[in-house]
């Protein structure tokens, strides 16, 4: 990627803007906080520009100031809460059960309830608006619980799983199976292979899966490692909902900074930031367009101001004017117009309006 010099700044291109949330960790006393540089380096190698969101108290009142929005990742962090998505079909845990759970799994267990928030408040926004959205680890547990799915508290308390998803001595290196579905973005990526290797670090998972995803990849004991929404997939118009259980990120050859596994693990990230490009364009014809219209808007209001002079001064109107003005609602005896000026305004600025609103509602952008 090409870093514009100072000389540059005013005239480089606006890249799109991805928002990360960062995860709080203790260091030297104080709670500092991080986010992998792995996925910053994917995102501003392929050309967009990461924001960090900073999970601070109060920075829920601030998220609209984070706009323009053109993507959003989420991926490190602690367990999501259970109560934001327990349902009659969650039977719970024992206080036995969970007191093991947090002895195995202590650096997870932690509940951060206002990292939960914000990157819930984000997962929904994403939803809403289609805007593009990569989910990796925890950041795809949080998606399907912001479109309605559930999550296994603990995958050997409630499944008794056979296939090892976390190996604390050997993080990096670790791998299990993974069979990827025909037909899928993951199929594509992967160069439709049928099953591949993947890195996972996790003890919680997708129970039931959102409504509106479809999986893309099992574990061997049948967990889901990937889903995406068919309806909300397509980069190249700057729609990517998709959640990866797994890390491609981490799946790197030893000694290789830039070389992965499979050519796939780098694919799922260029083809985020292809839809989150795409995505900016689409805001920024969209913005052009209200743009016009108000310009447009302002013309045709201006020009309208005959009509209140043709009033005052009781001017005889042309067979032209006289009908433009009866289009425009005005009120025509013995050729003088009896219009206000107000209300051929407010007349305009009601049909540019709904112009705008047919042209940039969020359902085409």
């Not at 976390?166 to 199976?177: G, L, M």
Request: glycine fraction near 6%; include cysteine.
């Amino acid at each position: 990627m090409v870093v514009a010099n100072d000389n540059d700044l005013s005239t480089s291109k606006i890249l799109p803007r991805v928002l990360i949330v960062s995860r709080r960790t203790l260091r030297k006393n104080k709670f500092v906080d991080f986010v992998g540089e792995y996925h910053l380096d994917l995102i501003v190698s392929n050309g967009a520009v990461p924001v960090i969101v900073p999970r601070v108290s109060g920075i829920h009142s601030m998220l609209k100031s984070f706009e323009p929005i053109h993507g959003v990742l989420l991926c490190e962090g602690e367990d999501v809460d259970p109560s934001l998505y327990a349902d009659a079909e969650q039977q719970g845990l024992s206080q036995e059960d969970m007191e093991e759970i947090r002895s195995l799994h202590a650096s997870d267990t932690a509940i951060d309830i206002e990292k939960d928030s914000i990157e819930l408040t984000l997962a929904k926004l994403c939803l809403e608006r289609n805007i593009p959205f990569l989910g990796i680890c925890r950041g795809s547990q949080i998606l399907n619980v912001a479109a309605g799915g559930t999550l296994y508290q603990d995958i050997d308390k409630e499944i008794g799983t056979t296939t090892k998803h976390i190996d604390y001595d050997n993080y990096d290196d670790h791998r299990h199976e993974a069979r990827v579905v025909e037909e899928t973005p993951l199929h594509k990526w992967f160069d439709e292979m049928d099953q591949i290797m993947v890195n996972s670090y996790h003890h919680q998972a997708v129970k039931r899966l959102g409504e509106r995803f479809v999986p893309m990849a099992y574990a061997p004991d049948g967990l889901i490692e990937g889903f995406y929404d068919p309806n909300g997939y397509n980069p190249e118009e700057g729609r990517f909902l998709v959640g990866l259980q797994f890390h491609p990120e981490r799946m790197r050859l030893s000694g290789g900074f830039d070389e992965f596994d499979y050519p796939g693990c780098a694919t799922a990230y260029q083809e985020f930031v292809k839809a989150v490009t795409a995505f900016q364009k689409k805001q920024l014809e969209a913005a052009e367009i209200v743009m016009e219209l108000k310009t447009k808007k302002k013309r045709l209001v201006k020009s309208f101001s005959m009509a209140e002079l043709l009033e005052a001064s009781n001017t005889a109107l042309s067979k032209k004017q006289e009908n433009r003005l009866k289009q425009m609602g005005a009120t025509v005896r013995n050729s003088c117009v009896y219009m206000k000026r107000k209300e051929v305004q407010e007349r305009a600025m009601d049909k540019c309006l709904q112009s705008v609103y047919l042209t940039c509602s969020p359902s085409t952008v």
